[in-house]
């Protein structure tokens, strides 16, 4: 291609000073291109940097390393050309769809009759003809959603970011703004030359992208760059289209879950320490994915992107709990499958009480955090540790967010299992309710 990127990201590297003096590093080594014509997915699971990342390009952060130039220039602050679209619309309540709409264009200096003419056409085009004169208030969650779109296309942005414009949305309303938004790509209405689209919802990236970049956490860094080409308009029930998203499922498994085979053992579990950040995950959750994946159609092993849509549950909410059951060995998963071990079929027949029983070994057994602390309590005379005692241990892997956390997970499965206890007010472990 002869014409420079639009956009181009070099080696990003963004980190936020800890109140001990040390870096929470977001962002690692992140490279992206975005080409004339292009809109390219950010996927991937919350807290993996995809909005910080959209943050840097819009200048309104600087990374800590690295370079993000926008039609060969540096970003070094809010650049004209470059608008967004937020999640939580982010209009003013007290201003009418004209009023909001027109805000950008104010910002311009534009002559008032100027302003009024590009913001009505861009209502007219968002399809809000009509409700030039309504508040906030008296819209829909979609049509809020619109007027956020108009805004920022009405100053005529080379790129459009876009931060999970569609997930606050049910998902007819959803489905409805997509639709729209790209048949305007695909019939050239809107001015913009590239899209950058953050989200978390797997079949969205895939309906609209052209490529997909997929997102690791724990820094953020791009693990997969998928490009994707069927053609617009995309059905879902196309098996192109569904061979599509199995790839991505087997992306983000294959890098969520790493196989341990890789590094010489013959297990597919990954790898735990005490340093190991869990995502609070239920144990109500755990159950029933397991008593699912044990059922009829699947009898053990489920495909993830099938069973996601037969639970409507988007990879935020299925991966932690996939993980979890890993992390415990209830069930391995490996090339977007989810399969359950035989401690996982034992579970998913037993009895409350047997349960139970088997949660406590596997959580004792497998998970470090949960074994270090029973054994503290099950050697001090008084059966009773504060919970700074372990905290300060997890601090020398983590942040103190992420430690607070992943505590919170391991006390809740543990009063599950009847494990250990723990009294919040005094902030206190114990050995007071487990048989």
Same mark, same amino acid.
């Given at each position: 291609?002869?014409?420079?990127?639009?956009?181009?990201?070099?080696?990003? #590297?963004?980190?936020?000073?800890?109140?001990?003096?040390?870096?929470?590093?977001?962002?690692?080594?992140?490279?992206?291109?975005l080409?004339?014509?292009?809109?390219?997915?950010?996927?991937?699971?919350?807290?993996?940097?995809?909005?910080?990342?959209?943050?840097?390009?819009? @200048?309104?952060?600087?990374?800590?390393?690295?370079?993000?130039?926008?039609?060969?220039?540096?970003?070094?602050?809010?650049?004209?050309?470059?608008?967004?679209? $937020?999640?939580?619309?982010?209009?003013?309540?007290?201003?009418?769809?004209?009023?909001?709409?027109?805000?950008?264009?104010?910002?311009?200096?534009?002559?008032?009759?100027?302003?009024?003419?590009?913001?009505l056409?861009?209502?007219?085009?968002?399809?809000?003809?009509?409700?030039?004169?309504?508040?906030?208030?008296?819209?829909?969650?979609?049509? #809020?959603?619109?007027?956020?779109?108009?805004?920022?296309?009405?100053?005529?942005?080379n790129?459009?970011?876009?931060?999970?414009? $569609?997930?606050?949305?049910?998902?007819?309303?959803?489905?409805?703004?997509?639709?729209?938004?790209?048949?305007?790509?695909?019939?050239?209405?809107?001015?913009?030359?590239?899209?950058?689209?953050?989200?978390?919802?797997?079949?969205?990236?895939?309906?609209m992208?052209?490529?997909?970049?997929?997102?690791?956490?724990?820094? @953020?860094?791009?693990?997969?760059?998928?490009?994707?080409?069927?053609p617009?308009?995309?059905?879902?029930?196309?098996?192109?289209?569904?061979?599509?998203?199995?790839?991505?499922?087997?992306?983000?498994?294959?890098?969520?879950f790493?196989?341990?085979?890789?590094?010489?053992?013959?297990?597919?579990?990954? @790898?735990? @320490?005490?340093?190991?950040?869990?995502?609070?995950?239920?144990?109500?959750?755990?159950?029933?994915?397991i008593?699912?994946?044990?059922?009829?159609?699947?009898?053990?092993?489920?495909?993830?992107?099938?069973i996601?849509?037969?639970?409507?549950?988007?990879?935020?909410?299925?991966?932690?709990?996939?993980?979890?059951?890993?992390?415990? #060995? $209830?069930?391995?998963?490996?090339?977007?499958?989810?399969?359950?071990?035989?401690?996982?079929?034992? $579970?998913?027949?037993?009895?409350?009480?047997?349960?139970k029983a088997?949660?406590?070994?596997?959580?004792?057994?497998?998970?470090?955090?949960?074994?270090?602390?029973?054994?503290v309590?099950?050697?001090?005379?008084?059966?009773?540790?504060?919970?700074?005692?372990?905290?300060?241990?997890?601090?020398?892997?983590?942040?103190?967010?992420?430690?607070?956390?992943?505590?919170?997970?391991?006390?809740?499965?543990? #009063?599950?299992?009847?494990?250990?206890?723990?009294?919040?007010?005094?902030?206190?472990?114990?050995?007071?309710?487990?048989?």
């Amino acid at each position: 291609m002869n014409n420079p990127a639009l956009l181009s990201i070099e080696n990003v #590297r963004k980190g936020f000073p800890k109140a001990d003096g040390s870096e929470l590093l977001v962002l690692d080594g992140v490279n992206l291109q975005l080409a004339d014509g292009q809109i390219v997915g950010l996927l991937g699971r919350s807290g993996s940097g995809k909005s910080t990342l959209l943050r840097l390009i819009a @200048g309104l952060s600087t990374p800590s390393a690295g370079s993000i130039t926008y039609l060969g220039k540096p970003v070094d602050g809010p650049a004209e050309g470059i608008a967004m679209v $937020f999640q939580s619309f982010a209009i003013f309540p007290w201003l009418t769809v004209l009023e909001n709409v027109a805000l950008g264009l104010e910002a311009q200096g534009l002559p008032k009759a100027e302003i009024r003419k590009l913001s009505l056409a861009a209502i007219d085009m968002i399809g809000l003809d009509g409700f030039e004169s309504a508040y906030p208030r008296e819209l829909s969650g979609g049509m #809020r959603q619109r007027v956020g779109f108009a805004r920022a296309l009405v100053v005529h942005p080379n790129i459009l970011l876009m931060d999970e414009p $569609f997930s606050a949305l049910d998902v007819l309303t959803a489905e409805t703004l997509r639709t729209d938004f790209l048949d305007l790509w695909s019939e050239g209405r809107m001015q913009i030359k590239g899209v950058i689209l953050v989200t978390h919802n797997i079949e969205e990236a895939a309906l609209m992208c052209d490529r997909i970049l997929v997102f690791g956490s724990n820094p @953020g860094r791009i693990l997969s760059d998928i490009e994707v080409t069927l053609p617009q308009p995309r059905n879902r029930l196309d098996p192109a289209f569904r061979e599509l998203v199995e790839r991505i499922y087997v992306e983000m498994t294959a890098k969520r879950f790493p196989a341990i085979a890789e590094s010489g053992r013959e297990e597919r579990f990954p @790898g735990l @320490g005490i340093g190991s950040v869990f995502p609070e995950v239920s144990s109500n959750l755990m159950a029933g994915l397991i008593e699912t994946v044990a059922a009829a159609p699947y009898l053990g092993k489920a495909d993830l992107p099938e069973i996601a849509s037969d639970l409507t549950m988007e990879i935020d909410e299925l991966f932690p709990v996939a993980e979890m059951l890993q992390m415990m #060995r $209830f069930a391995e998963v490996e090339g977007g499958d989810i399969k359950l071990t035989e401690a996982g079929m034992v $579970f998913a027949s037993a009895a409350v009480d047997e349960r139970k029983a088997l949660f406590s070994r596997q959580l004792l057994g497998h998970v470090p955090l949960a074994g270090h602390i029973r054994r503290v309590l099950d050697e001090r005379a008084s059966h009773r540790a504060p919970k700074r005692r372990f905290t300060d241990e997890m601090e020398d892997f983590m942040d103190e967010e992420a430690a607070e956390h992943t505590l919170r997970a391991i006390i809740g499965l543990a #009063r599950y299992a009847e494990a250990f206890a723990y009294d919040d007010e005094k902030e206190v472990f114990s050995l007071e309710n487990p048989t």
